[in-house]
């Protein structure tokens, strides 16, 4: 067969038709980007600058006088025992929270995957991804009123079972996990998705092999799907720790930071400090350190999770 009359056909693009073409690619790209960019500067990153401007001014949005005080306010923060118990319940929430959270729904995203019926999977995970649909704000009166101590769901399956009632949201013991309980049920939703996900992107060829080489279950769990997903886990965590860093509406609904602050995020502190104090300055200051900690926890995460192999 000759190919010299199509070979023949085909032509060139001159280089500066190819240098015009991947300029007018970058100018559309850059102009669809402008709008983007100008929104997330403006709800974005002006605020973290006015926030950080004003940590070093004594500043009340009261008052007419606003005072340069430079780094008092950080140097309160030391002092502060309402703050660093504030950080201590905040870091305690997450490591809780966030523990209990990745091993549950990998759990559940392993075992709605090993069903054989497509519509019953489709269910299961609709069912589990229908509570993060719902209001926050509304998820946490609903919860308030099953933990009520008189009325509550809880307290009421207890005396069926001829238990003491207990405080579920005064109790200093118990307020804390509590809330940790009502924001796993809000939550899990998405991340069970989000594993599902993870898991059917690994090739079927891998657990194939590992069966024929006699490994059960479990083994194809721990050396198999943990390890494939690794890239999955790294989005999980990271979305997930941030997230909880930033909790704040489960917290004001359900104990507002009670009783003697074991449920006082920092969050919740910040914000009670800028609006119901009117201390702009201090909680601005509070809001930087804040920042500041989930970023490093951000980077340590993707520097121990980053992984350079594919599948």
Do not use: C
């Amino acid at each position: 067969m000759n190919l010299e009359p199509a070979a023949g056909r085909t032509r060139k693009i001159p280089p500066a038709a190819q240098h015009k073409g991947r300029k007018n690619a970058r100018a559309f790209v850059y102009l669809s980007l402008i709008p983007i960019l100008l929104l997330f500067g403006a709800f974005a990153f002006l605020p973290i600058g006015w926030s950080l401007g004003l940590s070093f001014f004594k500043y009340n949005p009261l008052s007419s006088n606003t005072t340069f005080i430079g780094v008092e306010n950080y140097a309160r923060m030391l002092g502060d025992s309402v703050f660093l118990k504030s950080l201590w319940v905040t870091v305690k929430f997450v490591v809780v929270a966030v523990a209990v959270n990745i091993a549950i729904t990998l759990l559940i995203a392993v075992a709605i995957q090993r069903l054989q019926t497509g519509w019953l999977r489709n269910l299961m995970r609709t069912v589990f991804f229908l509570p993060t649909i719902a209001p926050l704000a509304g998820t946490a009166i609903v919860w308030s009123t099953m933990f009520n101590y008189n009325h509550g769901l809880f307290n009421m399956l207890l005396e069926k079972l001829h238990m003491a009632p207990v405080q579920w949201l005064s109790d200093p013991h118990y307020a804390l996990y509590s809330v940790i309980i009502m924001t796993l049920w809000a939550d899990i939703g998405y991340n069970i998705v989000l594993f599902i996900a993870g898991i059917d992107s690994i090739p079927g060829l891998y657990y194939e092999a590992a069966l024929l080489d006699g490994a059960n279950r479990w083994h194809s769990f721990r050396y198999l799907t943990l390890p494939l997903l690794r890239r999955t886990m790294l989005f999980v965590s990271v979305t997930t720790v941030v997230s909880y860093f930033q909790a704040f509406a489960q917290f004001q609904i359900m104990t507002k930071g009670e009783p003697f602050n074991e449920t006082r995020v920092i969050a919740l502190h910040i914000y009670e400090m800028a609006f119901s104090n009117s201390n702009m300055g201090y909680a601005s200051a509070m809001a930087t350190v804040f920042l500041m900690i989930i970023l490093a926890v951000t980077v340590l995460q993707l520097k121990w999770g980053r992984t350079d192999w594919e599948h």
